[in-house]
């Protein structure tokens, strides 16, 4: 829950408040209120807020009814609707545990600092059936030093999510880091959600000198880009951490290379082509990096071909395996995947921005020029990831990246990546 929801609907503010406002039996389509509810986010004044309070305050009589609830207690947080903490208060003692859980979430957003609220957000670490975890974050968040003791009981618990959580904002709130290794740890978990988990856990501790181990994590690039950036976000204004620290880790994730990464898999015996190939649509991308790891060192004769076969038969539309695809076609170096690059150069999807990274860094790979004024053309969008890796790209195809962004505008990590690349070209 960190960006308002992407919405395709585009009602007005009249109309979200005139869809939230009309009794569920007169819709033509029991989604229409949610949809309203969400479309509100846009919205940041009083009457949206008081119709989101309206629909919470209006019984839930079915489950559509506590759906519109609950996403109208979310919209109050990405507002950050201050006047709503009344409201988002009593919806902590809700039955419904999605709402008190959402309530939670939107308090954090609005930063509320008022004590009997982040007293009774406490309390709820005593009620069974909750999101702890998310209480956890919340209480740290907020540093409601208070909550220390009753985080603490987590600690040792046996879900890794909610231990690793604990352990984070125990440090947060006291300055505790004593358990803090064994949240690095998880980074080698065999289990997915605690890799993934305890990422952020280390970013809420602004953990910068895991950072590089942060970049083995054998979990998707999503999480590790978002890692490193936002410990670069808080680190390098406060000179916590410099560029300099952050960039080998950075490049290396940018780059994504099966053999940068420290996996948590094996494989009992080899693996068939076929079978390896299928392993890149799993949803665990450290079996994903396994899979890739085995086609450069088992299979480089024969998977360039059969991976571009599987593109234009599945991979195309998928958008874990396309990324998979597009990375090891520039891995194996396959001039007659050119065309196929490009085009992921340039897919516009939101689901496939990944592949745009994969994509850059594989035509760097292929070393054709060719390629220069698409990656020129791509190294200044709205996706710093891949402006980072055009810049990439293009410095080892010998272009001379000063030429390349628009330092005004560009992200930070771009501006302090065309700097010292330009810098290495003697400008």
Request: aromatic share 8%.
């Amino acid at each position: 829950m960190e960006k308002p929801p992407f919405s395709i609907f585009s009602l007005t503010e009249d109309q979200a408040i005139a869809l939230l406002e009309t009794p569920p039996e007169q819709l033509d389509a029991p989604e229409d209120r949610y949809i309203a509810a969400s479309q509100l986010v846009n919205y940041p004044g009083d009457r949206a807020i008081n119709a989101l309070i309206a629909a919470i305050q209006t019984p839930s009589v079915d489950l559509n009814s506590r759906i519109v609830r609950r996403k109208a207690v979310e919209t109050l947080g990405y507002l950050k609707a201050a006047t709503a903490l009344p409201i988002l208060q009593l919806c902590l003692q809700d039955d419904d545990g999605y709402t008190v859980q959402n309530a939670i979430w939107s308090l954090g957003e609005i930063g509320v600092q008022d004590d009997l609220i982040l007293a009774e957000i406490t309390q709820l670490l005593t009620r069974p059936g909750q999101n702890y975890r998310l209480i956890i974050q919340t209480l740290a968040k907020l540093a409601y030093q208070p909550a220390a003791s009753y985080i603490r009981r987590f600690i040792d618990g046996d879900d890794l999510a909610i231990s690793s959580a604990a352990i984070s904002a125990v440090y947060q709130l006291t300055g505790d880091d004593s358990q803090l290794p064994k949240v690095v740890e998880l980074l080698q978990h065999p289990t997915a959600n605690a890799r993934r988990s305890c990422i952020q856990d280390l970013i809420d501790a602004k953990h910068y000198t895991v950072i590089p181990q942060i970049a083995r994590c054998p979990v998707s690039i999503a999480f590790r880009l978002r890692g490193i950036r936002l410990l670069a976000e808080v680190g390098m204004p406060s000179e916590a951490i410099t560029f300099e620290q952050i960039e080998p880790a950075l490049d290396q994730v940018i780059q994504d290379h099966p053999y940068d990464l420290d996996l948590v898999h094996e494989y009992d015996q080899t693996p068939s082509l076929e079978f390896a190939i299928k392993e890149l649509y799993e949803t665990d991308f450290g079996r994903c990096y396994l899979a890739a790891k085995t086609l450069l060192e088992v299979y480089p004769e024969v998977a360039s071909a059969a991976l571009v076969d599987e593109y234009a038969h599945r991979a195309r539309g998928d958008y874990g395996a396309h990324y998979h695809v597009i990375k090891l076609l520039g891995w194996l170096n396959y001039a007659p995947a050119y065309e196929i690059l490009i085009e992921a150069l340039h897919n516009q999807a939101p689901q496939f921005q990944k592949s745009r990274t994969a994509a850059a860094i594989s035509l760097g790979n292929l070393a054709d020029s060719r390629a220069v004024p698409d990656l020129l053309a791509c190294s200044n969008t709205q996706v710093w990831a891949l402006n980072y890796a055009c810049l990439m790209a293009l410095n080892q195809l010998g272009e001379p990246v000063w030429q390349a962004v628009d330092l005004e505008s560009a992200d930070f990590l771009v501006q302090a990546k065309c700097c010292q690349l330009a810098s290495a070209q003697g400008v």
